[in-house]
């Protein structure tokens, strides 16, 4: 049952699953568990995509995944957070570079050590970990975990008839139409019956969304498109790319 209402993508399924986080922050270890165990997939992908290789449950990169998604289950907030799997991306995404400053600082300690005892090789192996090295490699498992995110997103699409190209076309060129767009978008995505109407017809309840966002049917019908994207979008666990959305509604 749990693993279901985690799955879901409707406002009810939202609303209790915050209902079980606030348990699980009163104290209820059962709950915990089974938040755990339900986001254990989730947590071994963000695990994969910081560190760039493959994540189980048998590697010290998951259990500090899995430190960092309690830790989100034990300060998440529904009224300033926007969904329970961005806030703990973003806090396991946190604690596991942490987790990989401290392992170059301690090679690069290890390494000192074996520099001063004259061992071969020690110099060169001494730099890995430096700060430059780091810096590096978090800028490019940012942009991996980009170019994933657009790679799924761009599947979701494709199952619409749509592309980004076309997307690129048919967006509204005006502020006022994108925000209403957005705007009608976000009933969708936070209405269980429009979402599940447009997941099983793969289009929109025009007639109802016009009356609803006080719109012409012809307005809804020529953002169509735009309008389905974004409410994907809404509803999708991609963390950079909603990023956007935030921008585009600030």
């Known amino acids: 049952m749990l693993l279901s209402i985690i799955q879901g993508f409707n406002k009810k399924s939202d609303t209790t699953l915050n209902e079980l986080v606030l348990e699980a ?12 165990i339900a986001y254990t997939p989730f947590m071994k992908k963000t695990a994969s995509l910081v560190c760039k290789r493959f994540i ?3 590697d010290d990169e998951f259990s500090v995944a899995l430190k960092g998604f309690h830790e989100a ?8 957070n926007t969904s329970l799997k961005t806030f703990s991306h973003l806090i396991m995404r946190r604690r596991l570079i942490d987790y990989i400053r401290s392992e170059s600082t301690r090679n690069e300690t290890f390494f000192t050590l074996k520099e001063e005892n004259g ?14 090295s780091i810096s590096s490699f ?19 699409l494709k199952d619409y008839g749509m592309s980004f190209q ?4 048919s967006s509204p060129k005006h502020a006022d139409s994108r925000k209403t767009a957005f705007q009608i978008a976000k009933i969708i995505a936070e209405t269980p019956k429009y979402y599940t109407y447009l997941m099983e017809k793969k289009k929109l309840p025009i007639k109802e969304l016009a009356s609803i966002a006080k719109v012409s049917r012809k307005t809804i019908e020529r953002h169509r498109r735009y309008i389905i994207a ?5 509803n999708s666990d991609f963390v950079y790319l909603k990023e956007y959305i935030r921008e585009e509604l600030i």
């Open 138 to 156: 978090l800028k490019e498992q940012q942009a991996a975990e980009r170019r994933e995110e657009i790679k799924e997103y761009s599947k979701l």
């Open 56 to 58: 189980n449950e048998h």
């Open 73 to 80: 289950v034990l300060h998440f907030n529904p009224k300033e």
């Open 166 to 169: 076309v997307l690129a076309i």
């Open 119 to 132: 061992e071969a090789g020690a110099v060169d192996q001494h730099h890995v970990f430096n700060e430059i």
């Open 25 to 36: 922050k009163k104290g209820d270890e059962k709950v915990m568990n089974e938040l755990l």
């Open 230 to 234: 974004v409410t994907l979008l809404f």
